[in-house]
């Protein structure tokens, strides 16, 4: 049990970053209480789906994403995300922080894909090295396509792991 008691501790502490993190976004100084800031930062997110860091990210939409040393996956419900421009619709379109990866994504250090599957959208990050580093629907949420999405990219991302690179990086950390 003591293992179980870590794990619910460690998913707490994951939610009270990502609170504070959303909390952090939210522009203006903000003299009330916790309850009247979430409120507004929850309005402003609303209002500004685009997050600071996408537009800090003077990149070109036409700018392309590297394509995958391997065949992309062949299933109608995964697209890659193939420039900055997709990159961006996708981040306005699912309420999250997308697009902040795009340098990484025109670099080929991620690779992005969008996964529609009964209804259910999410966007997912691929790693160089194959290795999914989120999957999440829209506003960060867990649903169906991001959980789907996670395991088949997954499997696809095991042939990256195949070939060999001299500067593969470590997974990059953060959420959309």
Known sequence: MAGFSILKHNRRSNDISLLAEYLRDYPDRYP???EGLIERSIEWHRENPIVVEQERIQISDDA???LPPIPLPDDPNISFLKDVKAIRTEGK???HCIAGYSQNAIQGEVYLFHVDLDGDEASVMVDRNGKVLQSK???NAQNKASKWG???LGEWGKSLMQIPTLDKPDALEGEF
């Open 93 to 95: 379109k699912m309420y």
């Open 32 to 34: 009330g209480n916790v």
């Open 64 to 66: 392309e994403a590297v």
């Open 150 to 152: 996670a395991l088949v």
């Open 137 to 139: 629907g829209p506003c």
